[in-house]
């Protein structure tokens, strides 16, 4: 179809030529690029030749300086036609008009013509541009309306049908435009319409088409490969503006922390990014340190969450030129319970008075711990044991508080250990030891080591000398517990007791301020008071008994018979008396007691040695023999009393013996007892009626004794002694009652001891000493006497004598 479409135009072409060129050399016009065998035009008939004998003429056609035949003679019909392509460009190239000059050559006769043959362009070429790709490199920094140039197409075709317009590919950036030089040349530009950005697009390819005017139209395109060049128009950009990270406390050394990370959209150099820290706390400097390569932020330091629970580091990125950007690190420290809770004692009563009652607060506790949240609570105790407990006061305050009563005296001083813990994991805790002392209060009297003391003290102690001694313990401090001792006023056998007795007010020796005498006193009691020296003073009373004890200080006392020179009695002694019969009894006693007064009778001399014996402990003079008829009427005993004590003391008496039966015989009691020789009647008529008399009355006194000793066997042996009136007796007898003890006793039974049943009535009768006054002589009635007994009947002496 097209083939035809472009023959028909060209027949028409081919019609007009003929007709321009009818005259002078032969002149034909053809299109180029026909088809061999199209017809040019008809030599036969333009040069006037016969068509027969074109062929007997050998007509042909020659092109000047050229073998190949572009065009032939048809011979029969005359025609010249295209015998090969003809492509103008390849003869004329550039020029405007193409005549290619032909030769006709005719034999026979020889005839030449010159034909010329006018060769129109055909639209057959399409503009061409010299390269397939044109790669420019542009700066993207470069100014809007910078101009690159371009090589422009060419179309080997002219005219018309050479290049007419260019056409660039729809871009944001460039614009295409046709300059010409003033040589005339073509060259276009690529004018930069918009700013590059390297980063935006690194490169483009536009498509530059050139387009000729002929018809049809041909073009011809060129990739115009534009690579933007990078400029350092980019500051590196973090990947985030502010990077968090979470670094538990006490992190090691090296421990990567976070990592930064910064990119730069330019290229090379100008991509390269370092960073560095730019703004950072004094505080925060040491800890961190930053690889200015990688961007890897890590421990450089001690991490303490209790010194910074959070830090803000700024990053700077640089690039290669010097762009920068910065971004914020948050890090924040996690809590590691790394403290232990610290105890303060805020507060403290020491020491205590022993007195405050249970609950009172003696001092405040704070804890603290640095760590946070559940690695500062903090639990407090206390050590079992002591009386103390802690309250939860405000916040983190503990009380101190008494449990229970205080007593210094017991516990002095508390070592209480206050642990506190706090709850984290693992817990830590810590203890801190408080020290209290409980002061002293005067709440403990003194007390005395013994509920009651006993001194002894022997008769006749020097004034001055010790009795003995008190403690009494007082377990108070100081002044609270020093004890100072005094005797309690009072009286001692109506004296005050101050002139008995001394203490010593530092020792507690209690001191004799006088000699003692025991047959004066035996005992008395002392009230000692212990009192200490607080405010006010505390006191307690003991009794201190003092016992004195005999001393042999006292010789017997003979009471009976009288004493030599003052005696007138004499005793008769049937004549028919037999041995062993009782004749008379030496009554002593003795002031002093026990082995002192402990009495022994012996006869130190006698008118007839073998007649009379007295009995050792009794004082029982008794016949040793049958009286006879040959013995001497007058007898004269010497006695002799020893005590027992240790020297014993001793007395002597004498004794008138008158054997006799008969009262006349008795002489003049006067006359015996002054002059023998001169009363001995009268003397025996007074012994005859005592003697009856004592008969008589040891008589009933035996019959009431027995009816005694039938209930109470001890009195057996009593023999009248009691006769003698109480009012006789030395005066500390008198307080043998009161005293009541084993000692008093003594004293009362060695008096006993000395009555003897014949001799008493006679003795009381015919005593006639000062001592016994007459009121009291005899008061006693024998019915009397078992009241008497029976309140010595605790005494156990009796029966052994
Ligand atoms: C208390 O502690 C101190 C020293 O820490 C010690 O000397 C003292 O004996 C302790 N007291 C008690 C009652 O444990
Ligand atoms: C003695 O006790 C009193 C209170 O009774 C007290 O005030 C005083 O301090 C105590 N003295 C000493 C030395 O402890
Ligand atoms: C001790 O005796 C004195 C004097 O009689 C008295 O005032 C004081 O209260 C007594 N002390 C005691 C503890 O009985």
Known sequence: MHLRSVLQSYGFVFFFVVVRYAHGDLSYSVQEELKRGSVIGNIAKDLGLEVGRLSARKARVDME???????????????????????????????????????????????LH????????????????????????????????????INAAHDADIGKNSVESYILEQNPHFVFSIQTTSAGSRYGELVLDKELDREEQQEMKLLLTAVDGGSPQRSGTVVIHVIVLDANDNAPVFTEAVYTATLPENSPMKTPVTTVRASDADEGVNGEV????????????????????????????????????????????????????EAKVIIDITDVNDNAPVIHLKSLTNPIPENVSPGTEVGIINVQDRDSESNRQVRCSIQQGAPFKLVPSIKNYYSLVT?????????????ITITATDEGSPPLSSSKSVQLSVADINDNPPVFEDQSYSAYVSENNKPGSTLCSVTARDPDWRQNGTVIYSVLPGEVNGAPVSSYVSVNGDTGVIHAVRSFDYEQLMSFKVQVMARDNGSPPLSSNVTVSVFVSDVNDNSPQILYPAPEGNSFMTELVPKAAHGGSLVSKV?????????????????????????????????????????????????????????????????????????????????????????????????????????????????????????????????????????????????????????????????????????????????????????????QTLRKSPSDFADVFGDSDGSPEVGTI
């Open 65 to 111: 300086g050229n073998d190949r035949q572009y065009i032939g003679i048809n011979l029969r019909s005359g025609d010249l036609v295209v015998a090969e392509r003809i492509d103008r460009e390849e003869h004329c190239g550039e020029k405007p008009s193409c005549v290619l000059k032909f030769e006709l050559l005719l034999e026979n006769p020889l005839e």
């Open 114 to 149: 010159r034909l010329s043959l006018q060769v129109q362009d055909v639209n057959d070429n399409a503009p061409i541009f010299p390269k397939d790709t044109v790669k420019l490199e542009i700066r993207e920094s470069a100014d809007k309306g910078a101009r690159y140039r």
């Open 403 to 415: 449990t229970g009563q205080l007593d210094r005296e017991l516990v002095s001083d508390y070592n």
């Open 587 to 775: 009554i002593a006693v003795d002031a002093d007691s026990g082995q002192n007064a402990w009495l022994s009778y012996e006869i130190v001399k006698s008118t007839d040695p073998g007649l009379f014996t007295i009995g050792v402990h009794s004082g029982e003079i008794r016949t040793q023999r049958d009286i006879s008829e040959s013995d001497s009427m007058k007898q004269n005993l010497i006695v002799a009393v020893k005590d027992n004590g240790q020297p014993s003391l001793s007395a002597t008496c004498s004794m008138y013996l008158l054997i006799s039966d008969n009262l006349a015989e008795v002489p003049e009691l006067k006359d015996i007892s002054y002059d023998e020789k001169n009363s001995k009647l009268t003397s025996y008529l007074i012994i005859a009626l005592v003697s009856v008399s004592t008969f008589f009355l040891t008589f009933i006194i035996i019959i009431l004794g027995v009816r005694f000793c039938r209930r109470r066997k001890p009195r057996l042996l009593f023999d009248g002694a009691v006769a003698i009136p109480s009012a006789y007796l030395p005066p500390n007898y008198a307080d043998v009652d009161s005293t009541g003890t084993l000692r008093s006793a003594y004293n009362y039974d060695a008096y006993l001891t000395t009555g003897s049943r014949t001799s008493d009535f006679k003795f009381v009768t015919s005593y006639n000493d000062n001592t016994l006054p007459a009121d």
């Open 274 to 325: 370092t960073y560095e820290i730019s703004r950072i706390s004094d505080k925060s400097r040491n800890l961190f340190s930053l690889d200015e390569k990688t961007g890897e932020i890590s421990v450089s330091g001690d991490i303490d969450y209790e010194e910074g629970p959070r830090y803000e580091v700024f990053v700077e990125a640089k690039d290669g030129y010097g762009l920068s950007s």
